[in-house]
């Protein structure tokens, strides 16, 4: 199953720069995020936790940080995607979706 986030508050806005879904665990993880590769589709693994870098690193363990990590991925959804950009990456999704219940 996919996790999408809840819509914004009524009276606020979101730039939808990127878009966060969350799957299962980072195996699958790992196989959306190859499938949208494989159809020329960007996608991050963005605000990886800064406590495991190594320029910040830290024996401190932010267990709730690191599962989030591993779960969700980046899509791209901003303003100079076309509708047909759009539609892509919606479709890749939901195929790797139905192909990996």
């Known amino acids: 199953s996919i996790t999408i986030p809840k819509e914004?508050?009524?009276g606020s806005t979101s730039s939808y720069y990127f878009y966060w879904i969350q799957v299962q665990n980072e195996q699958k993880q790992l196989s959306l995020a190859r499938a949208l590769v494989r159809n020329g589709i960007y996608t991050?693994?963005?605000?990886?936790?800064l406590h495991?870098?190594?320029?910040?690193?830290s024996d401190v363990r932010l267990e709730n940080s690191e599962e989030i990590a591993k779960k969700t991925l980046n899509l791209p959804f901003h303003q100079n995607l076309t509708s047909g950009d759009l539609h892509r990456v919606v479709a890749t999704v939901e195929n790797w979706a139905k192909s990996n219940n």
């Open 52 to 57: 495991l870098i190594d320029y910040y690193k």
């Open 44 to 49: 991050t693994f963005r605000y990886y936790p």
């Open 8 to 10: 914004p508050p009524t």
